[in-house]
């Protein structure tokens, strides 16, 4: 039972590159969220899915785009990166929306 | 517009003492509180929850209380232990289900 988990776990992109960040939990839960944390900040949501088949916009969800591929993974996109987005990314996972919420081990991203 | 406050950004106690680490909200919608701790390059885990209609919540060492007139909640650790040292994350639950997190209390415990 390995929880929830990212891949990669590094990475650094040029500005303007694209990429996608991997989440996939084996908990059998229904809702999955992308936070991003900066130094100083809390934890701040980008996107959710409350279910499979569901997305929604969270705090800062601007230059990202979600997929819910299946009830087990939850990917988040970068489409044109910006040094901007340099960040600790972190998928989460809860029983359903509102309950306490399962974190991986984070994506350190680098933009240049 | 924080909605949700951890206005102490480090506490550094000694070991077997208490630690009492803080948090203040202004939405009076939230009607679930959470706390998380964080080691460096790891993701929060859950520590403690505590519902609006209760003011007490007790797990081992962790004891939540909550003051819904003051909008405050607190988290207290005893005894305080060098393995507690991390970053404690409060966080609220709002009418849309979705969590607001704190800016987080970096908890030093000193043996």
């Known amino acids: 039972n390995a929880g929830v988990t990212q891949t990669p776990k590094f990475q650094v992109l040029k500005t303007g590159q694209s990429m996608t960040l991997q989440c996939a939990q084996d908990?059998?839960?229904?809702?999955m969220y992308w936070y991003r944390q900066d130094p100083g900040m809390g934890l701040r949501l980008i996107y959710y899915?409350?279910?499979?088949?569901?997305?929604d916009k969270g705090e800062v969800p601007n230059g990202y785009n979600v997929s819910r591929l299946n009830k087990r993974e939850f990917s988040l996109r970068l489409e044109s990166a910006a040094p901007s987005q340099t960040s600790v990314y972190f998928c989460?996972?809860?029983?359903?929306?509102?309950?306490?919420?399962?974190f991986g081990p984070g994506t350190r991203l680098t933009v240049l | 517009d924080q909605q949700v406050k951890q206005n102490s950004p480090s506490l550094s106690v000694q070991e077997g003492r208490i630690s009492i680490l803080n948090c203040d909200y202004t939405?009076?919608?939230?009607?679930?509180f959470l706390w998380y701790k964080k080691y460096p390059a790891e993701g929060p885990t859950f520590l403690i929850s505590?519902?609006?209609?209760?003011d007490k919540n007790e797990d081992g060492r962790f004891t939540v209380f909550l003051n819904k007139s003051a909008k405050h909640l607190s988290l207290h650790i005893v005894p305080s232990q060098p393995g507690d040292s991390a970053v404690y994350f409060c966080?609220?639950?709002?009418?849309?289900?979705?969590?607001?997190f704190g800016k987080g209390t970096l908890l030093t415990v000193n043996p």
């Open positions: 989460a996972s809860s029983v359903d929306r509102g309950n306490e919420q399962f």
């Open positions: 899915s409350a279910s499979e088949g569901t997305t």
């Open positions: 966080a609220a639950r709002g009418s849309n289900y979705k969590l607001t």
């Open positions: 939405n009076s919608m939230f009607d679930y």
């Open positions: 505590i519902s609006s209609i209760k």
């Open positions: 908990m059998n839960h229904n809702s």
